[in-house]
């Protein structure tokens, strides 16, 4: 018995066969005819009653825009802050794999570094967490991990495709 | 519906698409319970005003139309009991037939549909609608009809076991 697919088949929900499924719905699914002056009136007095609305209410977004310009210039700070430095060789890391310099490992140094290996810009050699003498993909994964470990350490050898090197610790 | 909330041009015109994207639903349920095609529209109209009603402000914890379901048959049982046609809302839904559409005499055809619809209580035929018409989650049905997702389950189940029994319909259990 052909049945609508189940978007959660641990579910027990009672279920009704396709064919009947579809008859019922053409039954239900009458094409009607709108009358002009129906629509009209009641897209009139929607326009009269949404007219009517406070000013302030017609603006929400402007209780937003102070906390939103607040975000973008935080996450504007926060994207070009880890790429530039004042001695013009990159970001020295502190701690291995602290891309953004936050005193600490965490998901967004990965996330930082994916962006900027994504974009086709050259990292800055000492985010060669994983020691190969080169900055890539492994050593977003390497900081990843290290991110997400109970420890803060991850041994960055083992379920990375073969990752070689030390993975650094958070302070 | 935030757009809708912000009042004004904008709001209006938000409303205007929840009105054509929603209006063809509301009068195809307001007709299951006033069996008159102008009454429905009749009907449809009360709850898009009712609905204005509700802005600004309005916010939703669940899908418009569950939001929307218990208006249009509050209204529409409203409307069905002025015309003074029915008493009580309970008997106005034991009384509602099902849809006609046309059948062609055989077994499983529109009209024996129909019929089995129509030989099953108000309470699981609706759920029946809501769930399989409507297309209504268990959850978002039982949201409509105020009542615990397992009365939704039961209703449904039952409804189903007398399709599968009717000699109308089970020809489509027995593929």
Redesign the interface.
Known sequence: ??T?DDPNPQ???????D???D????????R?F??PD??Q???A???A???E??ED?????LRFAAPAAAAAIALGVWTVWPFTDSTGGGPALAVAGDADRSGSVDILDAFAMARLIDAGQTPPADWDVTGDGQVDRADVLAVAAIAVSLSGQADVTEGYGGIEGSGGASS | M?T?????????DA??AI?HRH??WV??TA??FTQD?DAA?DV??DV??YL??K??GLVLTAKLTTFLYPVIKHTALQARRKAGRFAGSDEVLSELP??R?PGTGAPGD?DD??RV?TALPAHQREV??L???DGMT?QEAAVALGVPVGTV?SR??HA?RS?REDPG?KK????
């Open positions: 018995m052909p609508r579910t027990d929900e009672p279920r009704l066969p064919e009947l499924a008859r019922l719905s053409a039954m239900h699914d009458a009607l709108f009358p129906i629509d009136a009641v897209l007095k929607a326009r009653r949404f007219g609305m406070p209410r017609r603006r929400p977004w | 935030d809708a909330n912000a009042g004004g041009s904008r709001g209006a409303f205007e009105y209006r063809s009068v195809n007709y299951r095609r529209l449809m109209q898009f005003m204005l009603g802005f600004p099902a849809p559409t529109g549909i129909e619809l029946l609608l769930r399989f018409v268990l389950k449904i189940h189903i399709l319909t489509f259990f027995e593929v």
